[in-house]
């Protein structure tokens, strides 16, 4: 009998840092173990070697922010039997939605000696803004472990186990005292998804939202108990704008107290 075929993966990168990518990369013994079972066909961050479509699974880092990324995205898409985004840029546009509340021309103007040469689009959008995701994978950066079980899950057919709760119950299973209570400190912990172990808080620091919002958040009753205690609306716009910005749920707040 013939061998075989090991299903191909592919890694694509859009407008990003490449973040998302280093933590595939930094997975180590586990991406030996998920290289034994795959075919990495596509993955310039980490080789040169190159193999053609289709691909089996495509996994996508970075937003859509110029014209040439929104017609490659398709391309990818149409190479892509199963299609998933990692990271706050693919998910949620990025850091770099931040211009989405803006006019880009002042910041192209602004930055660039001539800005006739400069194509882009007027905001930063996620991949699902475009084409059909099949499953998005939250965090600035991934965590290595979901995302190696993300893999593992859609190669063996089945769902993958990722949390939907907030990092509140990440800090309760360390056994971090609440920030919130005993210290103070703006934390976003309650209303963002689980998925750093609560890093942040374990060095007494908020949470900063990093992994998105949580499933079905009250981002509003978190803003009020801010402002009962002191908390400046242009405080609040700056704690939701943050990586996830223009997720729907923390842009919706942002916007609320946007004077």
């Known amino acids: 009998m013939p061998p075989k075929r090991k299903p191909k993966l592919a890694v694509w990168k859009f407008s990003s840092c490449d973040g998302c990518q280093l933590s595939l990369l930094d997975c180590e013994d586990e991406l030996l173990a998920v290289a034994s079972h795959v075919e990495i066909a596509y993955f310039l961050e980490a080789t040169r070697a190159v193999t053609k479509g289709p691909y089996d699974i495509s996994l996508v880092e970075g937003s859509i922010t110029t014209p040439h990324d929104a017609e490659r995205i398709h391309q990818v898409r149409r190479q892509s039997r199963t299609l998933i985004t990692i990271g706050a840029c693919a998910t949620a546009g990025g850091i770099q939605a931040l211009r989405n509340f803006r006019d880009v021309r ?3 103007s602004a930055v660039y000696a001539n800005p006739k040469y400069i194509e882009t689009l007027n905001k930063s959008t996620p991949i699902a803004d475009h084409v059909f995701v099949d499953f998005e994978l939250r965090g600035c ?12 899950a ?10 939907s709760y907030a990092v509140c119950v990440e800090c309760k299973r360390r056994g971090i005292t609440c920030g919130l209570v005993a210290h ?3 934390c976003l912990g309650p209303v963002t998804q689980a998925g750093c172990n609560a890093l942040c808080p374990s060095y007494h620091r908020g949470c900063f939202g990093c992994f998105g919002p949580k499933e079905t958040p009250n981002t ?11 908390v400046r609306e242009d405080e609040l716009v700056r704690l939701f704008r943050g990586f996830n ?3 729907e ?10 004077k």
């Open 220 to 230: 509003s009753s978190l803003a009020g108990s801010w402002i009962g205690l002191g």
């Open 184 to 186: 103070g400190p703006t």
């Open 154 to 163: 859609f190669l063996n057919g089945r769902k993958p186990n990722t949390p």
């Open 106 to 108: 002042q910041f192209i």
């Open 141 to 152: 950066p991934v965590s290595k472990y979901q995302l190696v079980e993300v893999v593992n």
């Open 249 to 258: 749920a923390f842009r919706k707040e942002s916007e609320a107290h946007e």
């Open 245 to 247: 910005a223009y997720a």
